[in-house]
């Protein structure tokens, strides 16, 4: 052999070697990536504030550890959650994160026992509450952008007993919801294909939704922006179709106007009972509001998104449920047998308006929407159920190991927990389903609600602690227009939503006054559930202490560090420059 056979022998071994050492350095970052992060000794930064170390000897120590020691310049320190979410992912979240089952198919039940006046009058008033909710959180979320918004408020302003109960009875009713909504999704292919057996499709959705999680935080900011958008277009042209169909500008070019309504025992088909029952609907369906509090701690700049996120709570509630469902108590009657179905499909007042008016083609596109909107809805449970699960374990609220964060920031315990739970969905191939998810669905069913009470009750007990600690509101970037008023009008409608729903369990409709247990227990389980985790906590921690005294509040760790006279200039500097403006421009700019 020739030596410049041997050098061109030589050359290829050494291609191929860096080739096999290319891949085999591919393979082992990816195995690497799951690899638990290392948390620096510096990574605590303690605040200026001689306040925090005047907390050490207090129940608060556990916050000192999870300061968010960093500026919004600054890259994420390893062993934490990645900020990876920009403005338009936050808007989104935002915009849909409540858009799903409930509005698109739950709203048939409400129309059918509390008839199309119920819809207006129940969702126009929980909106309002949701309104003053969400901007409660906003302001919490801006001023502390921490992992686990709702546990982590509940443990700092509250008690840590009651942090417990309300961040483990949020993350059960995601791990409840997952399976929920993947038999859901199987359902909505049935509805084109009924042959193929259940499980197939649930595994298929079940794969996705895992897969797109596993992409990280971004994978999943990533996926709510497109998913969302799809929402947004198909409530929009519902909209505008039912307006079209409303005038007698379908097919059947027949004018419906307000018909329906003039129908025997419309608009109020069972009374005052009616209605009482559909303002807990109404609640349940707007669950997801507040996924935009979880995702707080992963935004890029929360002082700068989060407050024009919360703001769009105002025209998710106009324009997706108001509007949307004035459509449905237009076109739907409240006693259309197709609403009695027991199918997920089959009895969404969305697609049997559609098929009412005799368009035929759309029907399918719309269910293809429905479909979007479970796989949406699915895909926030892992996300809202992993980060919840790992801010408990980094609060010692649940075992060490559910704060396992990987080199790509991924919680990667909270995920693997979502994704057991997730196999609840192969039930869809039982017979007896519907009993099963029934009971499982009243373990959590009043999850939603204490959350947002907790929100409120946490804003509340923030702004007090400000006063009594004689601290300004002008350290805050961003604060609730409705101040502690919308506070405490959210935590008084919530207690009266409450107090209906136990009138409704205990005493359904059709029960003749007579007290049905079963039904009871389907409905108010989950309030039996969070008291018994409240006191649990309470026996483990002997702690008995119902709340923290003001003084002894936190109001410095989880605050990242932002030049406070930076951020007030340039709030000042654009309330100037709008002023210039039109009103019409003013008003866009605010709200949109």
Known sequence: MSSLEKNE?????????????????KWQKFKDSFKRADIPDNHIVESSNNSILQNTNNSDNHDLELQ??????????????????????????????????????????SLRTGGPASLIIAWGLVGTMVYCTIMALGELCVA??????????????????WGFAVGWNYAIMWLIVLPLELVAAAMCISYWNNDINPASWVAIFYVLIMIINLFGVKGYGEAEYYLTIFKIIAII?????????????????????????????????????????????ASYSMAGSEMCGIAASEAKNPAKTLPKAVRQVFWRIFLFFFLSLTMIGLLVPYNSPDLL???????????????????YALPSIFNACILISVVSVG?????????TVQSLGQQGLGPS????????????????LSAVFGLL????????????????????GLATIFSWFNICLCHLRFRMAMSKQNRSLKELSFTSKLGIYGSIYSMGFLILVLGVQFWVALFPLGSNGKANAENFFKNYLGSVVILIFYLGHKIYSKDWKIYKNLDQIDLDSGRRQVDLEVIQSELEEERLLAKNKPMYIRIWNYWC
């Not at 519902?238 to 307000?258: C, Q, R, S, W």
Request: charge should be neutral.
């Open 341 to 359: 179905g027991s199918g997920y499909v089959s009895s969404s007042p969305f697609v049997i308006a559609i098929k009412d008016a005799g368009i």
């Open 9 to 25: 022998e030589s050359l290829n071994s050494q291609h191929i070697g860096s080739i096999e050492t290319n891949e085999m350095s």
């Open 379 to 387: 895909n926030s449970a892992v996300y809202g159920c992993s980060r």
């Open 237 to 281: 042209g519902f909209i505008i179709l039912g307006v079209v169909l409303v005038v007698g500008g379908g097919p059947k070019k027949e004018f419906i106007g307000a018909k329906n309504w003039h129908i025997d025992k419309a608009p109020f088909p069972n009374g005052f009972k009616g209605l009482a029952t559909t303002f807990v609907t």
């Open 425 to 444: 969905c192969f039930l869809a191939a039982y017979k007896d389903q519907s009993t099963v998810f029934a009971w499982l669905l009243s373990v959590s």
């Open 144 to 161: 502390f952008p921490v992992n686990g918004a709702f546990s982590q408020y509940g443990s700092r302003f509250v008690d840590e007993s």
């Open 68 to 109: 968010d020691k960093y500026s919004t310049n600054e890259e994420e320190p390893s062993g934490e959650l990645h900020r990876e979410l920009k403005n338009k992912h936050i808007q989104m979240i935002a915009l849909g994160g409540s858009v799903g089952t409930g509005l698109l198919i739950g709203s048939g039940g």
């Open 401 to 416: 190991i559910l704060a396992y964060v990987d080199v790509k920031g991924r919680p990667l315990a909270g995920l693997a």
